[in-house]
């Protein structure tokens, strides 16, 4: 006799984090995934020039560690990071204007991670975080995983505006102010210095984290440096400064790092500890190598001249391949060209045709924590040669034609 054991109904699984749920994806990233063919010039990502990655010499730090040092190399390091880098950051920092000793950075896996831990250290679910209009993508996610509510400071041309920015403290009381002052992402804007400085007396005046994201600032084409917003007076003690080596370096080794007063370090590390326990050590090793043997200030001078030139090609074609009425503003560094066309334009619906075009750029509607203004649009102008950069830019005139049923 064969006896059936009853249907049995499986309970439902819990539901997700109420963040995870509301947090949406990268539009950039789906971006990349369907652009993803090789006949497509891509101005949609932010990504480095492979072709001017030093491999060699990277390649050469990693074998001189593995070979000296594999029982350290390949084993598990402090969460604060390996000395030797921690120790060469700090000189590069205080080389550039601000006073930094090791034990004042922590080396995280990427600075995209240190937005992380400082979202974790610093914010509670509802408080209020300010950001620049438009802001870095990844930063309006991590804020808003965070459960932050993200307020927009109105900008212009030349970034944050400080007057608006004293008014939105005192009304909002906010928690940190995030911003990217020099070649901004997307806007390629750079903050004056006396605005960095009226910044840092607002957050003096009124209580205020500051936390100053750098990873484009040493990618300058031309002009002057302005010094960080760290260095003013009455900053120091409130500034978060955060930088990576992946645009002068290499993104694959996630090197990043915060500099940050020693409280808040000490729960960045704790919160790392958390996340990773520590970012690899064999990577860590082998970046403060390169910076013993190599000499990364040349490597970054050439890249950067590449880039001018890429710059350039891409200025150069933006009349011809944009709408009459279009405008864009000219970076002095970094790696993107912010362009707004006409009223009556939506960048998200034109996408559609003009990626049938074979190229892509990124719509500028997800960059805003606020109403976004959808005739905005963001294009890298790094990965490709001035050649390519024509081309792609024949070919989006064309498909903005076509979409505006210009035949």
Same mark, same amino acid.
């Given at each position: 006799?064969?006896?059936?054991?009853?249907?049995?109904?499986?309970?439902?699984?819990?539901?997700?984090?109420?963040?995870?749920?509301?947090?949406?994806?990268?539009?950039?990233?789906?971006?990349?995934?369907?652009?993803?063919?090789?006949?497509?010039?891509?101005?949609?990502?932010?990504?480095?020039?492979?072709?001017?990655?030093?491999?060699?010499?990277?390649?050469?730090?990693?074998?001189?560690?593995?070979?000296?040092?594999?029982?350290?190399?390949?084993?598990?390091?402090?969460?604060?990071?390996?000395?030797?880098? +921690?120790? $060469? =950051? %700090?000189?590069?920092?205080?080389?550039? &204007? #601000?006073?930094?000793?090791? !034990? /004042?950075?922590?080396?995280?896996?990427?600075?995209?991670?240190?937005?992380?831990?400082?979202?974790?250290?610093?914010?509670?679910?509802?408080?209020?975080?300010?950001?620049?209009?438009?802001?870095?993508?990844?930063?309006?996610?991590?804020?808003?995983?965070?459960?932050?509510?993200?307020?927009?400071?109105?900008?212009?041309?030349?970034?944050?505006?400080?007057?608006?920015?004293?008014?939105?403290?005192?009304?909002?009381?906010?928690?940190?102010?995030?911003?990217?002052?020099?070649?901004?992402?997307?806007?390629?804007?750079?903050?004056?210095?006396?605005? +960095?400085? $009226? =910044? %840092?007396?607002?957050?003096?005046?009124? &209580? #205020?984290?500051?936390?100053? !994201? /750098?990873?484009?600032?040493?990618?300058?084409?031309?002009?002057?440096?302005?010094?960080?917003?760290?260095?003013?007076?009455?900053?120091?003690?409130?500034?978060?400064?955060?930088?990576?080596?992946?645009?002068?370096?290499?993104?694959?080794?996630?090197?990043?790092?915060?500099?940050?007063?020693?409280?808040?370090?000490?729960?960045?590390?704790?919160?790392?500890?958390?996340?990773?326990?520590?970012?690899?050590?064999?990577?860590?090793?082998?970046?403060?190598?390169?910076?013993?043997?190599?000499?990364?200030?040349?490597?970054?001078?050439?890249?950067?001249?590449?880039?001018?030139?890429?710059?350039?090609?891409?200025?150069? &074609? #933006?009349?011809?391949?944009?709408?009459?009425?279009?405008?864009?503003?000219?970076?002095?560094?970094?790696?993107?060209?912010?362009?707004?066309?006409?009223?009556?334009?939506?960048?998200?619906?034109?996408?559609?045709?003009?990626?049938?075009?074979?190229?892509?750029?990124?719509?500028?509607?997800?960059?805003?924590?606020?109403?976004?203004?959808?005739?905005?649009?963001?294009?890298?102008?790094?990965?490709?040669?001035?050649?390519?950069?024509?081309?792609?830019?024949?070919?989006?005139?064309?498909?903005?034609?076509?979409?505006?049923?210009?035949?």
């Amino acid at each position: 006799m064969t006896v059936t054991e009853p249907a049995r109904t499986a309970a439902p699984l819990p539901p997700l984090a109420a963040r995870a749920a509301a947090v949406g994806g990268s539009p950039v990233r789906d971006i990349l995934a369907v652009t993803a063919r090789p006949e497509v010039i891509n101005f949609a990502g932010g990504l480095p020039a492979p072709g001017l990655f030093d491999g060699e010499g990277i390649a050469a730090a990693f074998r001189a560690v593995l070979e000296e040092m594999p029982e350290r190399a390949l084993q598990y390091a402090t969460t604060e990071g390996e000395p030797a880098l +921690r120790t $060469a =950051i %700090a000189a590069r920092t205080t080389a550039r &204007g #601000l006073p930094t000793d090791a !034990d /004042d950075v922590l080396v995280t896996t990427g600075s995209q991670q240190a937005l992380s831990l400082l979202a974790t250290a610093l914010v509670e679910p509802g408080d209020t975080v300010l950001v620049e209009n438009p802001c870095y993508l990844a930063a309006l996610q991590a804020f808003a995983f965070a459960g932050a509510r993200v307020v927009p400071v109105p900008c212009d041309a030349s970034g944050i505006d400080p007057t608006a920015l004293e008014d939105l403290v005192a009304l909002h009381r906010p928690k940190l102010l995030y911003t990217v002052p020099t070649f901004q992402n997307p806007t390629g804007r750079t903050l004056p210095a006396d605005r +960095r400085a $009226a =910044i %840092a007396r607002v957050a003096e005046r009124l &209580g #205020l984290w500051i936390v100053e !994201d /750098d990873p484009y600032g040493e990618l300058r084409f031309e002009g002057e440096r302005a010094p960080w917003i760290a260095t003013y007076s009455g900053a120091g003690d409130r500034t978060v400064l955060l930088s990576s080596f992946s645009k002068v370096m290499a993104p694959g080794l996630r090197l990043g790092w915060l500099r940050a007063p020693a409280g808040l370090l000490r729960a960045c590390a704790v919160a790392k500890q958390a996340a990773d326990l520590h970012t690899p050590t064999v990577n860590q090793l082998a970046a403060a190598r390169y910076l013993a043997d190599r000499d990364l200030d040349a490597h970054v001078a050439h890249v950067a001249g590449v880039y001018r030139e890429r710059r350039d090609a891409m200025l150069a &074609g #933006l009349a011809d391949a944009l709408p009459e009425g279009s405008s864009w503003l000219r970076p002095e560094g970094g790696m993107f060209v912010w362009a707004k066309l006409p009223d009556g334009h939506d960048t998200t619906e034109l996408l559609r045709t003009v990626i049938t075009h074979d190229v892509a750029y990124v719509p500028g509607a997800p960059f805003f924590a606020g109403e976004p203004d959808r005739t905005t649009l963001r294009m890298c102008f790094v990965t490709q040669t001035p050649d390519e950069i024509a081309e792609g830019l024949r070919r989006l005139g064309r498909a903005l034609e076509v979409a505006s049923g210009e035949n």
